[in-house]
C-alpha cells in the first residue's frame, strides 16, 4: 500500500497548536514583563540622582538612587492590610517636592516630626530637650554662623524664604521651632552647606514623594552635569571617555538605611 507524501509531511492541527503554544507563551512573558517594569518605574519605583553636596558624606554627588514611593503612600480601606505603608519617622531620608519650586525635587534627613521642638545649638542640633547624636553629619567650615548654627534666630541670609520667615514668627516657642501637624522639618547631612528647612520652612506632608532604597549606579559627575533638565553634550562625552575610571564602583547597591534618632 502507497503511502501519501503530502499527507505524510502535512502536520496535524493538534501538532500545529502545541508548536504555537511556546511562541504565544513567550510573548506573553514579556508583555506581561514589560507592563510590569513600566508600572514599577512609574507608581512604585523612581528613579533620582543627587546633584549637590547637601547630602554628603551619606549620599555623594551623582549617586543614582531606586526611591520607593509606596512606603509613605496614602493608605487605602484595603490596601493599608496588604501593603507596607509606613510613618515619616526621624532619621529617615526622603524625597520630596521643593516647597519653593514644586517642579524641583530634594534629599534630606527629616530630624523633626509633628510635635518635635528643634533648635541647634554651635552647630549641634537638639530635639524635644535632648541633644541628638548624628553620627552621619559633617562639618566643611570652621566659623559658626549665628544663623545656621544656632537655629533659629535672627535670619543673617538674604537666602531665606517667606516660608522660613513665617516659620520663625509663627512656631517659635522658648527659643525652639515646633514642628505643626503634617508638616516635617529637614536637614542636610552636609549641614554646612545644605539648604535645608532652616532656609525654606517645613516639608509639608503631600510633597514627600518617598524614601530612597538603594544606589544603583554612582558616577563623579559635576553638579552643572546633573542638573540639566537633559542630557547635556559635555555630560555624554565624559561618560564616554570616563566610565569605568569615574563610575564608583563601591557603592553599586549600596543600601540607604535610615538612622534611629529615637534610640538617642
Known amino acids: ?30 508583555t506581561v514583563t514589560i507592563l510590569l517594569l513600566l508600572f514599577g518605574t512609574t507608581t512604585l519605583v523612581q528613579a533620582f540622582v543627587i546633584p549637590t553636596g547637601s547630602m554628603e558624606d551619606s549620599l555623594l554627588i551623582g549617586d543614582h538612587l531606586l526611591v520607593d514611593k509606596l512606603a509613605y503612600a496614602p493608605e487605602g480601606a484595603v490596601s493599608k492590610y496588604l501593603l507596607p505603608y509606613q510613618d515619616v519617622e526621624r532619621g529617615d531620608i526622603v524625597v520630596f517636592r521643593y516647597p519653593i519650586d514644586l517642579r524641583q525635587t530634594f534629599v534630606k534627613r527629616i530630624v523633626g516630626v509633628p510635635g518635635d521642638r528643634i533648635r541647634v545649638a554651635d552647630k549641634e542640633l537638639w530635639v524635644n530637650g535632648a541633644k541628638v547624636d548624628e553620627p552621619y553629619v559633617v562639618f566643611k567650615s570652621d566659623y559658626i554662623d549665628k544663623y545656621r548654627d544656632n ?61 530612597p532604597l538603594i544606589v544603583y549606579w554612582s558616577y563623579d559627575a ?8 537633559g542630557v547635556s553634550f559635555e555630560h555624554m562625552r565624559d561618560l564616554a571617555l570616563n566610565f569605568f575610571s569615574k563610575t564608583r564602583w563601591k557603592r553599586t547597591f549600596k543600601l540607604i538605611q535610615p538612622y534611629d534618632l529615637e534610640a538617642r
Open 222 to 229: 559635576p553638579t552643572a552635569h546633573l542638573q540639566d533638565p
Open 1 to 30: 500500500m502507497k503511502s501519501n507524501p503530502a499527507k505524510a509531511e502535512r502536520p496535524s492541527a493538534t501538532a500545529r497548536g502545541r508548536a504555537s503554544e511556546p511562541a504565544r507563551g513567550v510573548i506573553a512573558e514579556w
Open 151 to 211: 537655629f533659629p534666630s535672627v535670619p543673617t541670609s538674604m537666602q531665606i524664604y517667606e516660608p522660613a520667615m513665617r516659620m520663625l514668627r509663627e512656631h517659635v516657642e522658648d527659643g525652639e521651632v515646633v514642628v505643626p501637624e503634617e508638616q516635617y522639618f529637614a536637614m542636610g547631612d552636609n549641614r554646612d552647606q545644605s539648604l535645608d528647612s532652616r532656609y525654606w520652612g517645613f516639608v509639608p506632608r503631600n510633597h514627600i514623594i518617598g524614601k
